[in-house]
């Protein structure tokens, strides 16, 4: 049987081979590359203007977005570019994308998601301490820093899948604060029902902010976060979506 949370989705794409240098800027908080990420970011939320209408896109939870600095944000994953739907509509806050580290194979389309926001996770042991290193750091300065712990891209999902430890590690031990974030499903209405037939309207909710509750153990803090969060986020899911899981094969409109 096939975990869910494995990469399934294919975009016909496939990227070259990456190899990370022994000094690799994982987090670039250098003033030049942060003035060009900002215009990157300018130019990419002027892009998304369209396909923002044409997806139906509404921001729920706007208030929510005052308090976000040094969190680690979490989210469901269901589109290939949800991650600049995210970012951009956290006006000016700094927010990371961790991603796989085979995304920077993919020529200028990586390069340009690299000086957006994009950060890899690298595979190679060694680095991934200085990886964790430059994440602690990249917090403190009050920074966000966005995690997908379903690990996977499940276009349209209809539920919120399993969550994959690694983003809950590095709020526990960095002693953060989490940002519960979710994409829900809409039925089209008014105009959309013309050219929104097949797929539903997206909107992104900005739940409010979680504070970790210290166990006995981190262990034990970080699997209780990662439940409460997985349960906060999945709760909203089920309430405001109007689509949800069903024999897990299509999306199913929920009767309200």
């Known amino acids: 049987m096939q975990n869910e949370n494995e990469h399934t989705y294919d975009n016909g794409f496939h990227p070259k081979d990456v190899k990370l240098k022994p000094n690799y800027k994982f987090y670039n908080h250098n003033i030049f590359f942060r003035i060009l990420s900002w215009i990157v970011l300018m130019l990419t939320r002027f892009f998304l203007l369209f396909p ?3 997806m139906g896109f509404k921001i729920v939870g706007k208030k929510n977005r005052k308090k976000v600095k040094g969190m680690i944000i979490i989210s469901n994953h269901i589109h290939p570019i949800d991650a600049f739907f995210l ?6 806050k700094k927010i990371y994308v961790t991603m796989l580290q085979s995304n920077l194979g993919f020529g200028i389309v990586s390069k340009y998601m690299r000086i957006a926001a994009a950060v890899p996770i690298p595979t190679d042991r060694h680095l991934l301490r200085k990886f964790n290193e430059q994440t ?4 403190d300065l009050g920074k966000n820093i966005l995690f997908y712990p379903e690990a996977s891209l499940n276009p349209y999902c209809d539920h919120i899948r399993n969550f994959m430890p690694g983003a809950f590690h590095y709020a526990v031990a960095n002693q953060t604060m989490v940002l519960p974030c979710c994409f829900t499903f809409h039925k089209p209405k008014g105009i959309y029902k013309l050219f929104r037939r097949k797929k539903p309207m997206i909107h ?5 902010p979680f504070s970790i ?12 976060t990662m439940q409460e ?5 999945s709760d909203y899911f089920i309430a405001h979506s109007d689509y949800y899981y069903e024999n897990g094969e299509k ?6």
């Open 213 to 224: 509750h210290e166990k006995e153990t981190r262990k034990e803090t970080l699997e209780c």
């Open 251 to 256: 999306i199913v409109p929920l009767k309200k």
């Open 87 to 92: 970012v951009t509509s956290f006006h000016f």
């Open 52 to 54: 923002k209408f044409f």
């Open 136 to 139: 602690k750091k990249t917090l």
């Open 204 to 208: 992104f909710n900005i739940l409010e």
């Open 229 to 233: 969060v997985h349960k906060i986020i």
